[in-house]
């Protein structure tokens, strides 16, 4: 090899190292481009949809009405994305139905390709959200939950186990301050440990109804009720009971902390909380597009209302950083009461 040969030589393992080294950027998100026909009949139906399932059929008539006014005066013309055009549409539908579900959805794969679609997140290793038990001072328990798990054997029987640590305190405070996810059944599952019929020392319900998701008529989609055949020890229904809640207290933590209060078996100490009491369905609209609409709401037994938008409005109201400083100087209080009155 001549002396040119040898310089080529070396400037292509230069570039290829150079290459090698430099930093690869992330794929690009895919998206989906819009022409006019495209884009109008996304819209149009989304707003068929919304009108259709939304739970609140008043103001889900509105909304999209406005959306179909906005599309006829050219608002969406100069969109030629559907990323783009999510967030239009979801910004107009705030305006008029502010509601943390119903949006239109963008999402970073191709809905109609299988072979994009990501992978089902595995479960957390977290013991299913039952975060710690601590025996404190006085005999008054404290649990941490930072979400609600979907109920299974395994979830059911570490319940079971976490909840049987705290049977025999004579005070419990349940910390959902950072709790959230999905299962209302598990909500109600864990309800089972520390909610008891009251009303009479004779005749006792073995379950209690807790709350119902409905849909737009009013018809009941899904039934929340305390269960009879929980494994372990319960703490019961009897003794002191302190829920804890934040700005973070979300979804499922939100239903098992309103439906408690609502039933007048717990006090519950910190901020209102996120305001979530409704769920969505989330059928495609276009190959990047999703129709997320909320289809039914809670419905407490007792109140016949829920916490949606509103949220928990605590017992006692303090910074979520003192709640639990707060909820023990009120567990004090009670069981020192309570010793002074025997």
Not at 275 to 300: E, F, K, M, W, Y
């Amino acid at each position: 090899m001549g002396r040119s040969g040898w310089i080529a030589a070396a400037l292509l393992l230069t570039t290829m190292a150079a290459r090698a080294q430099a930093p690869t950027s992330p794929p690009q998100a895919l998206d989906e481009v819009l022409d006019t026909p495209t884009r109008a009949g996304i819209v149009n139906e989304y707003a068929r949809q919304l009108a259709a399932t939304h739970v609140n059929a008043g103001k889900a008539k509105l909304a999209a009405d406005d959306l179909r006014k906005r599309l006829a005066r050219g608002d969406y013309d100069d969109v030629t994305s559907a990323r783009v055009l999510s967030s239009r549409v979801s910004r107009d539908l705030a305006e008029v139905l502010p509601d943390r579900h119903t949006r239109l959805e963008y999402v970073p794969y191709d809905l109609t390709d299988i072979r994009q679609r990501p992978a089902p997140p595995l479960p957390p290793a977290d013991n299913f959200g039952l975060r710690k038990y601590e025996a404190l001072a006085g005999n008054i328990g404290y649990v941490q939950i930072n979400r609600f798990a979907p109920v299974d054997r395994a979830s059911v029987e570490a319940v079971g186990r976490f909840m049987s640590q705290a049977a025999d305190n004579a005070a419990l405070i349940i910390d959902l301050r950072d709790a959230a996810g999905d299962s209302q059944e598990m909500a109600a599952w864990l309800s089972s440990y520390v909610l008891t019929d009251t009303r009479s020392y004779v005749i006792i319900d073995k379950q209690i109804h807790l709350h119902d998701q409905v849909d737009r008529d009013g018809k009941v989609v899904t039934e929340y009720w305390t269960r009879a055949d929980v494994a372990g020890k319960r703490f019961g229904g009897r003794k002191p009971l302190y829920v804890l809640v934040s700005e973070r207290t979300g979804a499922a933590a939100e239903g098992f902390a309103y439906d408690l209060q609502q039933y007048k078996r717990a006090v519950v100490v910190g901020a209102p909380t996120q305001g979530d009491a409704q769920v969505r369905a989330a059928p495609p609209v276009s190959r990047h597009l999703l129709a997320s609409i909320s289809v039914t709401r809670a419905v407490n037994n007792i109140s016949r209302s829920n916490w949606e938008s509103i949220g928990i409005q605590p017992d006692r109201v303090v910074a979520p950083r003192d709640a639990l400083d707060e909820a023990l100087k009120l567990a004090t209080a009670t069981i020192k009461a309570r010793m002074d009155a025997k």
